[in-house]
Antibody, heavy 121, light 107 residues
Framework: EVQLVESGGGLVQPGRSLRLSCAAS????????MHWIRQIPGKGLQWVAA????????EYVDSVKGRFTISRDNDNKSLYLQMNNLKADDTGLYYC??????????????WGQGTQVTVSS | DIQMTQSPSSLSASVGDRVTITCRAS??????LAWYQQKPGKAPKLLLY???ILESGVPSRFSGSGSGTDYILTIGSLQPEDFATYYC?????????FGQGTKVEIK
């Protein structure tokens, strides 16, 4: 059974940092690209970043470029999102999602339950 | 970025009704379209991909069609467990983008 468990969310002040983690199990993690997608109340779903199976391909939405870094550890079956210089607009529920393919050209086919990030002073 | 526009934003329907939801892309996406169902407090669940291919385990009352910029999700006979919010998503180009969602409510 595929499982994705996110952690690391919380309440943080604007300008501070947070690191999200996603622990994967139930599938060959090293064979699939992975995504971070956030859900913002009133604004729906927003794709944030994706990473290919071997980390050679990495992509970001423009609003987080230069502030967020996606990475993975295939040995430990884990996905990460380092978020720096956080802004109020980054508030939302952050989902880790498995891609259907080995690079980032596929679609998310399984999502974790999410971890809440709240940026507020 | 490709903009995805869903309609309607909400609808009321009865059990047994046929329901259609439309998704329009701001440019052609070559059938690189997925549909998701989300229930309150739960993560989105994949229903269809490549516009019309049913994900394994998804009931056959769900179907998808379309091409170019216009796509449709159809629920053939609405069941009680289908009341949820539905999203389309294009994966034709980065950034992947989602429609704003269609909430299907009980009439």
């Amino acid at each position: 059974e595929v499982q994705l468990v996110e952690s690391g969310g919380g309440l943080v002040q604007p300008g501070r940092s947070l690191r999200l983690s996603c622990a994967a199990s139930g599938f060959p993690f090293e064979d699939y690209a992975m995504h971070w997608i956030r859900q913002i109340p009133g604004k729906g779903l927003q794709w944030v970043a994706a990473i290919s199976r071997n980390s050679a391909g990495i992509e970001y939405v423009d609003s987080v470029k230069g502030r967020f870094t996606i990475s993975r550890d295939n040995d430990n079956k884990s996905l990460y999102l380092q978020m720096n210089n956080l802004k109020a607009d980054d508030t939302g529920l952050y989902y880790c999602a498995k891609d259907s393919y080995y690079d980032t050209s596929g679609y998310p086919d399984f999502w974790g339950q999410g971890t809440q990030v709240t940026v507020s002073s | 970025d490709i903009q995805m526009t869903q309609s309607p934003s909400s609808l009321s329907a009865s059990v047994g009704d046929r329901v259609t939801i439309t998704c329009r892309a701001s440019q052609g996406i070559s059938n690189s379209l997925a549909w998701y169902q989300q229930k309150p407090g739960k993560a989105p669940k994949l229903l269809l991909y490549a516009a019309s291919i049913l994900e394994s385990g998804v009931p056959s009352r769900f179907s998808g069609s379309g091409s170019g910029t216009d796509y449709i999700l159809t629920i053939g006979s609405l069941q009680p467990e289908d009341f949820a919010t539905y999203y389309c998503q294009q994966y034709y180009s980065t950034p992947q983008t989602f429609g704003q969602g269609t909430k299907v409510e009980i009439k």
